[in-house]
């Protein structure tokens, strides 16, 4: 997951999307940025976003080009600022709790 908050680090994403021949998929939480330092709540969201990109792994998922395309042997977290902390922890999730689809 990789938060999109500057047009710099956006089109050096890209980049390196296309020249790896890598998906990104970003997850947008609703919830406000001034609670997200005091809720738990944006790493829910977060996770129920990373089960749905996970529920491809079989190819079963309901978005079809994840199902063709995507090597979920393959799979890495990223973020910058917030999106940093947020995938930490969903890293962590997956280590404690594993994804179940």
């Known amino acids: 997951m990789v938060a999109r908050l500057s047009k710099y680090f956006f089109n050096i994403k890209q980049n390196i999307q296309y020249k790896l021949k890598i998906y990104n998929i970003n997850s947008e939480s609703n919830i406000l940025k001034s ?7 944006v790493y829910d969201d977060s996770w129920t976003a990373l089960k749905w990109v996970a529920s491809h792994d ?9 199902n063709s395309h995507a090597d979920f042997s393959k799979v890495f977290f990223s973020g910058d600022r917030a999106g940093a902390n947020i995938s930490h922890h969903m890293a962590m999730r997956h280590g404690q709790d594993k994804l179940v689809v």
């Open 35 to 41: 609670t997200w330092a005091s809720s738990s709540l």
């Open 58 to 66: 079989n190819g079963d998922g309901p978005e079809e080009w994840l």
